[in-house]
């Protein structure tokens, strides 16, 4: 059967087998099982027609989190809880099952562990925080212009909230400026490079970087009937990532429980609020 394991039942699963150690990770420093993010795709036609046999009833389970190994008090409320990703435990041994396994850092990032938490996660182990979480997305986004041609610089080493992650360019965009790979490729070209203090935030549909040189701050906002090309060099002191205390009660809590809040010293903006086609070379 090709299912989704749950965590608190794979380990316990391996040890019952030919796996003494249970979950342990390989010599290359990962769990030789594939995780899962139990992002399921269904044919509508099938799935409707299971449906109508067992009425939408899965297995349920409890999954206790205690406090410590003595098991005599509960972390978090422990609920009455069903899976998902169990579905295919009712279908028949000729249904089609299959799985696709992706790279970690273009498909999971949780944001789950509170600082506290996080910074008692051994090194080498993800954090699942607000801190890795954004650092993630920064990551996704700059190793994807990698791969459809721009020179992103590599990250650089910090810890914020006593958790050490790669600091890599800020860069963001909009879903609507690109939704897939095809999407950048399509609007981004080889020529362009990127700095690691820079910051790029992409806000229209419509622009394509032709040979952007990226050392600072740069935020483009065009309308959908607006054409933007970005060419030439950008260059200012850009934005700073300046280290906060998730204590300092003093501070935001969505700001202290990421760990920094960003100075925005100089930037490049740019808005483009009427139709037509345009040309951004500073």
């Not at 990551?139 to 790669?166: T, Y």
């Not at 549909?205 to 030439?232: C, M, P, Q, T, Y």
Request: charge should be neutral.
């Amino acid at each position: 059967m090709v299912i989704n394991v749950e965590y608190n039942q794979l380990d316990p699963l391996l040890r019952a087998t030919e796996h003494p150690d249970g979950d342990v990770n390989c010599e290359a420093g990962y769990s030789p099982f594939p995780g899962n993010i139990n992002q399921l795709i269904l044919e509508l036609g099938p799935y409707i027609e299971e449906l109508s046999k067992t009425k939408g009833g899965i297995q349920e389970f409890v999954n206790p989190k205690y406090k410590d190994a003595s098991k005599t008090s509960f972390k978090s409320s422990t609920r009455l809880e069903c899976m998902m990703q169990d579905y295919p435990k009712t279908l028949p041994p000729t249904a089609r099952v299959g799985f696709t396994v992706m790279d970690a850092w273009l498909a999971y990032a949780p944001v789950k562990n509170n600082p506290e938490d996080a910074a008692k996660v051994p090194k080498g182990n993800p954090y699942h925080s607000a801190t890795s979480g954004e650092m993630a997305i920064y990551r996704a986004n700059s190793l994807i212009l990698r791969k459809a041609g721009v020179q992103v610089a590599d990250p650089l080493q910090d810890v914020f909230n006593g958790q050490e992650v790669e600091v890599w360019p800020l860069l963001t965009w909009k879903p609507k400026w690109a939704l897939t790979y095809s999407d950048v490729k399509r609007k981004v070209g080889e020529s362009c490079s990127i700095s690691q203090k820079s910051t790029l935030a992409i806000k229209g549909r419509n622009i394509f970087l032709e040979d952007l040189s990226l050392d600072g701050a740069l935020i483009i906002d065009a309308i959908d009937n607006a054409e933007v090309k970005v060419e030439g060099s950008v260059q200012n002191k850009g934005w700073v990532l300046e280290k906060v205390d998730y204590k300092d009660t003093s501070i935001r809590e969505e700001i202290r429980i990421r760990g920094f809040k960003i100075n925005k010293i100089e930037q490049l903006e740019k808005n483009y609020s009427e139709p037509g086609k345009f040309c951004l070379k500073p």
